[in-house]
Nanobody, 123 residues
Framework: QVQLVESGGGLVQAGGSLRLSCAAS????????MGWFRQAPGEEREFVAA????????YYADSVKGRFTISRDNAKNTVYLQMNSLKPEDTAVYYC????????????????WGQGTQVTVSS
């Protein structure tokens, strides 16, 4: 069992930066791939980024590639999402997720989810 708690969301102007954190409980955190998804009002949850359990491979949605960076610290049971050059269209609730599947691009590939943190980017 893994419990996930996101933090770091907030209101930022376009072009600004935020760093989201996701703290995990449970001794098996390091064995899971971790992902970030987001969901805007009226929209489906969409993939943002993912990282393998050792942190050797990362994956990004085209819309955030070059602006967002996912990383993890297994010693701290934490995964991060550094978001730079934020745009109004990045506004959404951001969720972190943990999963043992190779299917990192889809919500079905994850078993555990956090409660989400709101990111709002003003123009």
């Amino acid at each position: 069992q893994v419990q996930l708690v996101e933090s770091g969301g907030g209101l930022v102007q376009a072009g600004g930066s935020l760093r989201l954190s996701c703290a995990a409980s449970g001794r098996t955190f390091s064995s899971y791939a971790m992902g970030w998804f987001r969901q805007a009002p009226g929209e489906e949850r969409e993939f943002v980024a993912a990282i393998t359990w050792r942190g050797r491979t990362t994956y990004y949605a085209d819309s955030v590639k070059g602006r967002f960076t996912i990383s993890r610290d297994n010693a701290k049971n934490t995964v991060y999402l550094q978001m730079n050059s934020l745009k109004p269209e990045d506004t959404a609730v951001y969720y972190c997720a943990a999963g043992g599947s190779d299917n990192v691009y889809y919500p079905d590939g994850y078993e555990y989810w956090g409660q989400g943190t709101q990111v709002t980017v003003s123009s």
